[in-house]
């Protein structure tokens, strides 16, 4: 009578650890495919770097500009671009998709929080530079970074000027207006370490963007 209760008992704990185990190898089997299943919906995120520099720029946000209004909807204010700050050498680094690399990038200069680095001092008026999309830098310029300056906001603003220019058409566009004549020196590159004298070049952006508003204007004005 005892062997056949301590049979019984033996085939209890055996068919309870085997509803045991086949429950958790259905829980891990299933925890396993929705995992896939968000892995797989997830699209695939690119890293794409570069530096913000009018001297170099601390504290800059930058982003990628999915609707070309100029500015950063960033994800934490409820926005849907993807946004990151420089660090103190003016350095950015952006988490984007294959599809936002055709996107321009935009890096907004905050007053009263971005720092100049060639001053210590923080900005007392904010302002916007551009860049032309990452996509295109890599594809036309052959490079993988991707700065925002000065230079590469004059050649952004002669693409929105001239729908359908080239990248490289816009930049010896901008390299005429602005009398450089440097051949292998490409306005997509580091503002800081380009080897233009830096008071000279300043003046002549002055001079290119101001007839780049009044063009700008005009436009607006229905005046060609």
Do not use: H
Not at 212 to 220: A, L
């Amino acid at each position: 009578m005892r062997w056949k209760q301590f049979v019984c008992f033996l085939l209890v704990l055996l068919i309870s650890g085997f509803c045991l185990v086949s429950c958790i190898g259905k829980s891990s089997e299933s925890s396993s495919s929705q995992q896939g299943t968000q892995q797989e919906s997830s699209p695939e995120t690119t890293t794409v770097t570069g530096v913000v520099a009018d001297g170099y720029l601390y504290k800059a946000r930058v982003c990628v500009d999915l609707n070309r209004n100029k500015k950063c909807d960033c994800k934490d204010e409820g926005g849907n671009e993807p946004c990151a700050y420089t660090d103190e050498n003016g350095k950015y680094t952006l988490q984007i998709t294959e599809e936002q690399k055709k996107y321009p990038i935009v890096a907004e200069v905050i007053a009263g929080e971005t720092i100049d680095k060639d001053t210590g001092q923080k900005v007392d008026k904010g302002y916007v530079l551009e860049a032309p999309a990452p996509e295109d830098v890599k594809e036309e310029m052959g490079k993988n970074e991707v700065p925002v300056t000065p230079l590469t906001t004059l050649v952004k603003q002669q693409i929105d000027l001239t729908p359908g220019l080239t990248l490289k058409d816009a930049e010896t566009k901008v390299k005429a207006k602005l009398g450089l004549t440097e051949e292998n020196a490409s306005l997509i590159d580091d503002y800081v370490a380009k080897p233009y004298d830096p008071r000279e070049l300043e003046a002549r952006i002055q001079s290119v963007l101001r007839r780049y508003e009044q063009k700008t204007k005009s436009k607006k004005c229905g005046i060609k």
